[in-house]
């Protein structure tokens, strides 16, 4: 997977200005929150794309991750940052699939992140085709189902963490992830069918 490129200002925002309420402000704060966005820029940002939400608005979700991180930083246990940051994510990209759906201004397209990719013009193409297929199966499943599934399967975190994450018992998320792969398989088998008689025709 090619890594996504940290903008070149984002390190250099002041999020003390972003809100009144308190945010890092030491050096060692500020410095922690640092290692913070360059170790998980990335993560965040294609959780965020993976929950659908619009490539027009992912670089403000990111910052409002990160934001959110600002303030609560005293309260984030140190090496808990990418727990609390997926976390923040989801709640991020709840926010903003709801603001969408009130707005229904954005063509679903949008929601399909472009990757910085720089290899031959056929393999960029069926990279950004597979991804576009993965982003359309993971928008139609059920949004309890689609968290469960993210973020074991791509974000890689066990079910006891998903479970701590999502404030759900562990056999909650148990069950949510054996229906989720169901789920998942159904969509895609569905479509490798679909494109099989697309393709005898």
Known sequence: MTAIQLPTMFLAVDWADEDPAPAASTAAEKARLAAMVAEHFELIWRSLARRSVPSAELADCVQ????????????????????FLLGTAIRVARDAR?????????????????????????ELTEQERLRALLDGVLAAMP???????????????????????????????????????????????????????????
């Open 64 to 83: 409002q991750v990160f934001v959110v991180a600002s303030r609560r930083l005293a309260s984030i246990t140190l090496g808990s940052e990418r727990s």
């Open 143 to 201: 949004d309890e189902l689609r968290e469960v599934f993210v973020l074991f399967e791509l974000e890689e975190m066990s079910t006891p963490e998903i479970a701590t994450l999502l404030e759900i018992p562990t056999g909650t998320a148990a069950s949510r992830l054996r229906r989720a792969r169901e789920e998942f398989d159904r969509r895609v088998a569905r479509l490798s069918a679909a494109s099989s008689r697309g393709a005898k025709r």
């Open 98 to 122: 709801r603001t969408l759906g009130r707005r229904r201004e954005v063509p679903e397209e949008e929601a399909v992140e472009p990757l910085c990719l720089d290899p031959q013009p056929d």
